[in-house]
């Protein structure tokens, strides 16, 4: 361990420091507001780190590589954990029972997703997504008196563990045939005379191929809640306490699809035709089931849910058109890391302000009835959340367009025209239920019993998340230029 | 020619794979062919030897049990590693000495937290937490 | 880069409507108002600055220079896209067009608007910006920006405001444009990246895209994209199923922006991008273009007199008339294209002018059915008198705008397909048929005690009487607005020969 290692590791270090001091000041001294002080420091701390490494590259250990795209990513997922925090504060501070642990599992679920981030080994990748997942369990289920929230726990766990267990396996057959589980040794080891992989390489090897690459995909299709892999997707998302929605939403699928698109690239899997296939079978399936879901949803948060299928099947476009382009499929990382930020900084708002709504009114409001009318009630988080839909349903002057036009790109310069269709399928029927959202708010508000009257730290993120979101949009040069010379 | 070597090495585990699920099929197998089948009403009891049970089987344990049994297994795992490093000390130096340093100070951390907010008070917990919440 | 500025006031403006509110009742109308005004006069203080002559001087499509305004700044380095802003004689009509009807439609909702009034404005203000972006924009990217952009607060416009199916019709309207326009941003980045290929940088300017040597088939695919896109927009049948029900729904300025100045933004893509960015590929294609337009004509026409509903009928009669604008464009001759802009303007004020009538009507009566109405010329004389002229106008009759740019379509398609003019010219027959209809279902007939509403305020006369002197003037005098078109015309004509 050189100084440099401990630079490259500081963001994981101000983590795990904030968790340990949160604990002891949890056992001492139960506040929830000092908690949220301590959690809030320990994030600006963990960015202010993270600022300062972000032209770092370096190699720590075999598990950790920290680049200037892993940092952009974690400094989204810091930036929106911080967010998330402010969030939950208003949705705990009046709600009965111990709350101080739920902002310890939101740090350590934040450590995870950093760990998955900048996972280069097979082990690394295990280790952030099960840090992630095992304290997602517990914020999950954090409001026990809920039965919703209970089974919402209890789906996630099993199905979680049981998507593990596959991705692990999967992992194990990778290991046989490569013999490493470091990812660019899994590309030489690919590569080796005695797995060649082709049609003429030997029989064995292509079959545990297969089969390990089924599973890994299998796993990650479930992490990120690709169809058909998607069921547990929207009841947990009900059943989560709101704020919890956003992270599971946001930070927990970025930071996977973080860690995939790494390994993608690293690995070289775009030259495996099985797992493009794949991939694309994946796409298409997620697009349309996603899309077609959501129509009928009266919850906010099952909408989203399935809104969030669709998107990760438009996200899969840029692996998958990737090969095709460029010989090492680097092209995939430009397009889809704006896309994820977009994505994420979009969907918080509009969970941010479902939590705001929940906050307010002190149960789980996540009904179309319960933003109606709030184009009068409330016009600047109505704009906001104006903001967000639109961007979801990829109008221009949002992040969400720049995606787009990323995605139709990679698609048109690949010659990926069936997905291509698909996709605008996909959103024409996405902007149905992204406009009956903003239809309701439009409505007469005496129609909603619930009310909104967010505190001051919830409505200034939110509206830093808008200007964001419309930041991305209007002038993404800047980030477009940083990710192109990172790559 | 070395990838039927590898082929080879690895043949001898799908053989011996092989082998057991035969063995426990056909052990199966056989026993549900020429097993004898008898139809009273002792069948389903215990064995003879056995105690005949008493009640339903569904009984609420106490969820201390439950909290023993989840420390019992955070504290074994933790003496795996601890147990890992000592056989490696002297290789792995003051690194490795450090490393468990702070490895022990988060189970302190740990322990202490536990200790505070009472997961460690036998019986009492259920009853100061209904006391906290109402 | 001055034209910024008009685009700058109106959303400005928007803004500042919607503030007003708070401070009194019905200041955001005036607001609106008096940005519209200071926009047009800004438009009118940069063409004070440009030299008479180059008005009447033939530019050069491919040269930036020639044009009337330029100007462009770096956007999107990464992807070649810029800030690029011009303008020409084509679209120096629709702005004015645009702005015109922009202030008709703010007094058209004077008194109808009587909740959430500062958002109602704000909403006016930013269409008007979208649209007029769309008339100036000449990046592809820029131009399909304000393209959707303009969507967003139309539709909150029909879904807060529109009367009884409004949800159902909004929907229908945003998905139909926003699914064709997914179209065309892929045939735009399809294009781009072909030529970015052939010349080794991204860019997505207008100029630079002309200059495309796409093989044929390519071509046919990424111009039916565009076509789709505009089409849809324009109405062309059989994409024309959004507009009856978006233009029944929605309030009276909301009808008037859409088909006043909504739909020329469709034909104003098909004679800018359509066929001069693939020339080609629009020559084999004009054929089954005609043919919809020719359909589109009569078709529209014979719904048209099916109508029981007075602004639903008037919807069908805009199908029909932009049928013409499709012949004009794809006759790709300068008269026929010439009648097609003339047609844009005149078809602009005549609906505007019929749609502020059906509003007027519905806040009075509260229905829209003509089986309802009947006599109301007694009680309403001036109206009455308005909505002759305006219904004669909009059937072609000699002497007002429409007449002129009919003749001039038809004129300019005898010379490329005689058969399809002599069908299409059935379609002003039909227009005659459905027209008289309207009038003498509302306005005459035995008059009906019970029905005494009010007649037009003096505000709402100013503005008829605005348009009606409009009309008259393009009937009388087209070379005015002939004029300013024509060098455009006569580049592109010159240029591009189908």
Redesign the interface.
């Given at each position: 361990m050189t100084g440099t290692d401990f630079l490259a590791l500081s963001p994981i270090i101000a983590l795990a420091v904030g968790a340990s001091v949160l604990l002891l000041q949890i056992a001492f001294l139960r506040n929830l507001k000092l908690t949220t002080g301590i959690t809030v420091v320990t994030f600006l701390a963990c960015l202010f780190f993270l600022f300062y490494i972000t032209k770092l590259n370096h190699q720590t250990t075999p598990l950790l590589l920290v680049d200037p795209l892993s940092t952009f990513f974690s400094i989204v997922f810091v930036l929106c954990a911080c967010i998330t925090t402010f969030i939950s504060y208003e949705y705990l501070k009046n709600r009965p029972g111990r709350n101080d642990e739920f902002f310890l599992l939101v740090v350590l679920a934040t450590m995870g997703s950093i760990v998955l981030t900048y996972a280069t080994h097979l082990a690394s990748f295990i280790l952030g997504l099960e840090l992630m997942g095992i304290a997602l369990y517990g914020l999950i289920a954090y409001p026990h008196q809920d039965d919703m929230s209970l089974e919402a726990a209890i789906k996630y766990l099993v199905l979680s563990g049981a998507s593990s267990a596959a991705l692990l396996f999967g992992f194990a057959l990778l290991y046989a045939i490569t013999g490493s589980l470091f990812f660019p040794d899994l590309l030489s080891g690919l590569a080796s005379p005695e797995v060649a992989v082709g049609p003429q390489s030997p029989f064995w090897a292509r079959q545990l191929i297969l089969l390990g690459s089924a599973l890994i995909l299998a796993g990650i299709s479930f992490k990120l809640s690709l169809a058909p892999f998607h069921m547990w997707t929207p009841d947990v998302y009900e059943g989560s306490p709101a704020p919890i929605t956003g992270f599971l939403a946001t930070i927990s699928k970025g930071a996977v699809f973080a860690a995939t698109l790494r390994l993608y690239v690293i690995g070289e899997f775009h030259n495996f035709p099985t797992i493009v296939t794949g991939l694309t079978i994946l796409s298409i399936i997620s697009i349309l089931v996603g899309n077609l879901l959501a129509l009928r949803q009266e919850n906010i948060k099952r909408l989203l849910a399935y809104s969030s299928i669709a998107h990760f099947g438009y996200l899969l476009i840029a692996l998958i058109a990737a090969g095709t382009l460029t010989p090492n499929g680097i092209s995939a990382i430009e397009p889809s890391a704006y896309y994820l930020a977009g994505y994420i900084f979009t969907t918080l708002i509009a969970t941010g302000l479902i939590a705001a709504i929940s906050s307010s009114n002190n149960e789980e409001n996540a009904n179309l009835s319960d933003i109606a009318g709030l184009?009068?009630k409330n016009?600047l988080l109505a704009l906001c959340l104006s903001v967000s839909l639109?961007s979801l349903?990829g109008?221009?002057?949002t992040a969400g367009?720049i995606g787009?036009?990323y995605i139709?790109?990679m698609g048109?310069?690949a010659g990926a025209w069936l997905l291509?269709s698909i996709l605008?399928i996909g959103?024409?029927i996405g902007?149905?239920y992204y406009?009956?959202l903003?239809?309701s708010m439009?409505t007469d508000p005496s129609s909603s019993r619930s009310t909104l009257a967010p505190a001051l730290p919830v409505t200034v993120s939110l509206i830093t998340l808008t200007i964001l979101v419309l930041y991305l949009g209007i002038y993404?040069?800047p980030l477009?230029?940083y990710l192109?010379w990172n790559t | 020619m070395e990838n039927l070597a590898a082929e080879q090495s690895i043949l001898p585990v799908f053989v011996f794979f092989g082998a057991i699920l035969l063995l426990v099929a056909t052990m199966l197998g056989i026993a549900s062919v020429l097993g004898e089948r008898k139809q009273t009403k002792t069948t389903d009891l215990p064995y003879e030897s056995g105690i005949i049970a008493v009640g339903s089987s569904q009984v609420r344990l106490s969820v201390d049990f439950f909290l023993i049994a989840i420390f019992f297994v955070i504290f074994d795992l933790e003496t795996v590693f601890i147990f890992a490093w000592a056989i490696a000390f002297f290789e792995l130096g003051w690194h490795g000495y450090l490393a468990v340093v702070v490895f022990i100070l988060i189970l302190t951390i740990a322990l202490i937290y536990e200790w505070k907010s009472g997961a460690l008070n036998w019986g009492v917990k259920s009853q100061t937490a209904r006391k906290e919440t109402s | 880069m001055e034209l910024l500025n008009l685009l700058i006031i109106l959303f400005i403006g928007g803004a500042a409507a919607w503030v007003g509110e708070h401070f009194s009742k019905g200041l955001s109308r005036w607001i609106s108002l008096l940005f519209i005004a200071v926009a047009a006069v800004s438009l009118l203080e940069m063409l004070s600055n440009i030299p008479a002559p180059t008005f009447l001087k033939d530019p050069i499509t491919k040269d930036p220079t020639t044009w009337l305004i330029h100007g462009r700044a770096d956007?999107?380095?990464?992807?070649g896209i810029s800030f690029e802003l011009a303008l020409d004689g084509l679209s120096l009509l629709l702005v004015v067009l645009t702005l015109f009807l922009g202030a008709v439609s703010v007094i058209a909702s004077w008194d109808e608007i009587d909740k959430?009034q500062g958002?109602f404005q704000a909403n006016i203000m930013w269409t008007l910006t979208g649209v007029i972006g769309v008339f100036i924009a000449l990046d592809l990217?820029l131009f399909?920006?304000f393209w959707?952009?303009m969507?967003?607060p139309m539709?909150?416009l029909i879904?807060?405001w529109g009367h009884e199916d409004k949800?159902k019709a909004?929907?229908k309207f945003?998905?139909f444009t926003?699914?064709s326009g997914?179209?065309m941003?892929?045939a735009m980045?399809?294009l781009a990246?072909f030529v970015k290929d052939a010349n080794g940088y991204w860019s997505f300017s207008y100029f630079d895209l002309l200059d495309n040597n796409l093989t044929s088939s390519l071509a046919t695919f990424i111009m039916l994209g565009f076509f789709i896109g505009f089409t849809v927009k324009l109405p062309g049948f059989p994409f024309h199923t959004w507009l009856p029900d978006a233009h029944t729904q929605a309030p009276t300025a909301g009808s008037v922006i859409l088909a006043g100045i909504l739909l020329k933004t469709g034909a104003y893509g098909l004679i800018r991008f359509t066929v001069p960015l693939f020339p080609e590929a629009s020559i084999a294609f004009a054929p089954i273009a005609i043919l919809l337009g020719a359909s589109g004509v009569v078709y529209g026409a014979i719904l048209a007199f099916g109508q029981t509903d007075f602004k639903r009928l008037v919807a069908y009669s805009s199908v029909s008339h932009m049928g013409f604008v499709l012949l004009g464009v794809f006759a790709w001759n300068a008269l026929a294209i010439q009648g097609a802009v003339m047609q844009l303007v005149a078809h602009g004020l005549s609906t505007a002018a019929l749609f502020m009538i059906a509003g007027a009507l519905q806040h009075r009566l509260h229905t829209r059915d003509l089986q309802k109405m009947g006599g109301l010329w007694q009680s309403m004389p001036r109206m009455g008198a308005l909505a002759m002229f305006f219904i004669a106008a909009s059937l072609g009759l000699p002497g007002m705008g429409n007449f002129i740019a009919e003749f001039l379509v038809l004129a300019g398609l005898f010379q490329v397909y005689p058969w399809l003019a002599v069908v299409s010219s059935a379609g002003l027959i039909t227009g005659a048929i459905y027209s008289l209809k309207l009038i003498q279902e509302s306005f005459q007939g035995a008059p009906d005690d019970t029905l005494t509403p009010p007649d037009f305020s003096a505000l709402a006369m100013s503005a008829m009487i605005a348009m009606l002197i409009g009309l008259i003037v393009l009937g009388i005098f087209p070379q005015l607005v002939l004029d300013i078109s024509q060098p455009v015309i006569n580049a592109l004509t010159s240029e591009i020969t189908l």
């Open positions: 184009f009068w016009p639109l349903a109008i221009p002057l367009f787009k036009l139709f790109q048109v310069e291509l605008i959103s024409g902007i149905y406009l009956r903003i239809f439009t993404p040069q477009m230029e192109l | - | 956007w999107i380095p990464r992807f959430h958002f990217i399909f920006l959707e952009v969507l967003v539709y909150l879904a807060i949800a909004a929907m945003f998905i926003q699914v997914l179209l941003l892929l980045i399809t990246i």
